[in-house]
T-cell receptor, first 115, second 115 residues
Framework: AQSVTQLGSHVSVSEGALVLLRCNYS??????LFWYVQYPNQGLQLLLK??????LVKGINGFEAEFKKSETSFHLTKPSAHMSDAAEYFC?????????????FGKGTKLSVIP | DTGVSQNPRHKITKRGQNVTFRCDPI?????LYWYRQTLGQGPEFLTY????????KSRLLSDRFSAERPKGSFSTLEIQRTEQGDSAMYLC?????????????FGSGTRLTVV
């Protein structure tokens, strides 16, 4: 079974500061990993994904994440936080391989940006 | 194409009543998924369709829940004899046959409140 653990249910940063949201995964086989963002009363939007190509993955809105197999981590970063980044962020894992379909999500980290 | 559409956006129902939600996926997507998200949690997988065939159901999908996708287009999720524990956001997503590695497109969800 696969799972993800997101450290910190709530993270606050100042506008312009580094954003670091942590995600660790558990999987018996090499997984695919994803970060999604959810704004209030909205669905989830894909930020970026790791599917066994480059370990440093760049996504939308200036976010990036690095897959570290030795640490079983896939932390999300952004060099400079913007007010519009305030949202809830979910890390998710799926089995690798063509046609894999089931995403397992973490509990989410709510990001607050302080002006 | 305007993405994945879910209706209604909000539903308040009395305990014991039946409710039905609708999801219209992206037209060229073969796969359709239903997830449930309760407060403070990440989305949890309920079921998925490939075209009109329902290929997997989570154990979370009790006998009171039924999902259909006639003709492989829109899908409905029905909950019979609703209980207060059914209160949640119900999310629909669709993807191409590539599945999770291509990334899902989520709808904005239907928020169900059972009173």
């Amino acid at each position: 079974a696969q799972s993800v653990t997101q450290l910190g249910s709530h993270v606050s940063v100042s506008e312009g500061a580094l954003v670091l949201l942590r995600c660790n995964y558990s999987s018996s086989v090499p997984p695919y990993l994803f970060w999604y963002v959810q704004y209030p009363n909205q669905g989830l939007q894909l930020l970026l994904k790791y599917t066994s190509a480059a370990t440093l993955v760049k996504g939308i809105n200036g976010f990036e994440a690095e897959f570290k197999k030795s640490e079983t981590s896939f932390h999300l970063t952004k060099p400079s936080a913007h007010m519009s980044d305030a949202a809830e962020y979910f890390c998710a894992v799926s089995p690798s391989g063509a046609g894999s379909y089931q995403l397992t999500f973490g509990k989410g980290t709510k990001l607050s940006v302080i002006p | 194409d305007t993405g994945v559409s879910q209706n209604p956006r909000h539903k308040i129902t009395k305990r014991g009543q039946n409710v039905t939600f609708r999801c219209d996926p992206i037209s060229e997507h073969n796969r359709l998924y239903w997830y449930r998200q309760t407060l403070g949690q990440g989305p949890e997988f309920l079921t998925y369709f490939q075209n009109e065939a329902q290929l997997e159901k989570s154990r979370l999908l009790s006998d009171r829940f039924s999902a259909e996708r006639p003709k492989g287009s829109f899908s409905t999720l029905e909950i019979q004899r609703t209980e207060q524990g059914d209160s949640a956001m119900y999310l629909c997503a669709s993807s191409s046959l590539g599945g999770a590695d291509y990334g899902y497109t989520f709808g904005s969800g239907t928020r169900l409140t059972v009173v």
